[in-house]
């Protein structure tokens, strides 16, 4: 399994230079909020996704005052051999180099180095729109398979050239007939391979929130989807004079959206904050195993203030699943180092330790 040696960040949000290396197995970072520890995880993550894990612009990961950052990252790989990457982003540009060699195409990248982030921005996926979870889906998925990340970026960019027809009024029928069998052509795996996903994510949410919770409530997950209804390309021709009223295309799998309950109610309206963050963990556990058996190897596991809101029943479940077999390197960030150091020693001898304050680390020996 690709392991993270050293990582150099440079001019990433509050991190104006940092070199670091850690241990194979658990790494723990801790400091007050605000200091970088998060920071230091998106880091992480940017190597592994080539963008940060939260919805935002490239620019605004720029520390104040720069015109770009960088991050490199030396890993283990699981050939038993080093490889060096890198990234570069800057004003117009993200250019990934592995090995000295510059990455063509950044997607080719995408799963070479698995990740699995669990933070605070969770929440999106049960409080926003299916937006979040759509891209929460193509998070997991795109590091898995390369066709279904060359499906999804194909039917997106056939999207937004069909929806720039229907903005600008001026509707070619022949070409819409074109557009609407090259999406369906796309779409349709897509749609298959989240319904998979769902169905093989499903029983593992709900083992993951079982030992977390004790077994209190039920939990499950859902796939929507208009595909569940019809072909694509009849669900767009059917769909036409409302499309060339309201002017952008309303089926497809950009409207797919997956539905999260407790006890058979949505989880948004009926969850406490304690039942959201046990299952949101347990998604990200069960996106964790997933990947794990789908690679045969463990992902880097980043677990950015996961004890929040969670009382030490549950918290006591969840650290019993990482000290569990099958777990790779982890990195785990928390306020309180006292609790975060009582946590680690009781799991492995095989730790190390980083204390954070304006966005500088050290690692305590």
């Not at 920071?39 to 940060?52: E, G, H, P, R, V």
Request: with cysteine.
């Amino acid at each position: 399994m690709p392991t993270l040696k050293k990582i150099v960040v440079q001019d990433f949000r509050n991190i104006a230079f940092q070199e670091l290396s850690f241990s194979p197995n658990v790494n723990c970072i801790s400091g007050n909020n605000g200091e970088g520890k998060t920071n230091l995880l998106d880091a992480i993550y940017y190597l592994s996704m080539t963008k940060s894990a939260f919805p935002a612009p490239d620019r605004y990961n720029w520390r104040f005052g720069t015109e770009g950052f960088t991050i490199g990252g030396t890993y283990l790989m699981d050939n038993g051999l080093e490889s060096r990457f890198s990234i570069r982003v800057g004003e117009g540009e993200k250019k990934l180099v592995r090995d000295e060699k510059p990455c063509t195409r950044i997607s080719e990248h995408i799963g070479v180095l698995p990740v699995v982030m669990v933070s605070p921005g969770d929440i999106a996926l049960v409080s926003e729109s299916g937006e979040e979870r759509r891209r929460f889906v193509n998070g997991v998925l795109s590091q898995m398979d390369r066709s279904y990340l060359a499906a999804v970026q194909t039917y997106n960019r056939l999207l937004a050239q069909r929806n720039k027809m229907l903005k600008d009024g001026n509707v070619d029928w022949e070409l819409m007939d074109v557009f609407d069998a090259r999406m369906a052509a796309a779409a349709q795996p897509a749609f298959e391979a989240r319904k998979r996903f769902s169905e093989e994510l499903r029983p593992v949410v709900q083992s993951y929130y079982k030992l977390i919770s004790g077994g209190s409530e039920e939990v499950s997950v859902e796939y929507r989807s208009d595909l569940a209804k019809a072909p694509l390309e009849e669900l767009l021709r059917a769909g036409r004079e409302r499309d060339q009223v309201l002017r952008f295309t309303g089926s497809g799998i950009q409207r797919d959206d997956f539905l999260f309950t407790l006890d058979g109610h949505p989880i948004r309206r009926c969850g406490s904050q304690g039942q959201q963050k046990s299952f949101l963990v347990s998604l990200k556990f069960a996106q964790y195993e997933i990947m794990r058996e789908g690679y045969g190897y463990a992902p880097i596991l980043l677990l950015d203030d996961v004890f929040d809101k969670l009382d030490m029943t549950r918290i006591g479940n969840l650290i019993g699943m990482v000290a569990g077999s099958g777990f790779g390197q982890i990195f785990i960030t928390d306020c309180n180092k006292v609790r975060l150091s009582g946590i680690v020693d009781r799991i492995t001898d095989d730790r190390a330790y980083f204390d954070t304050a304006a966005g500088v680390f050290t690692k305590v020996e």
